[in-house]
């Protein structure tokens, strides 16, 4: 697994802890809690290690690391 990924994977922890944490208290400890004050952290957790994913994938392909199908590439 390249070290890119290994990175993402605990960026992607990390955040997905605070995005929990975040959500977590919103609703346990909000007095005036509408359903729609929670949902930003929940997609925020989402997105953003996929945008982070992305990147990584696209600096990957672009640098000449990443994966490639192509008749000069061995399978």
Known sequence: ????????????????????LNIFTILAFGEDVEPGRALR??????????????AGWLWARWTGRGP????????
């Open 41 to 54: 952290p929940l997609l925020l957790g989402i997105a953003v290690p996929a945008l982070a994913y992305l």
């Open 1 to 20: 697994m390249p070290l890119w990924k290994k990175l993402w994977l605990l960026f992607t922890a990390i955040w997905g802890l605070v995005a929990a």
């Open 68 to 75: 490639r199908n192509g008749p000069d590439r061995a399978a």
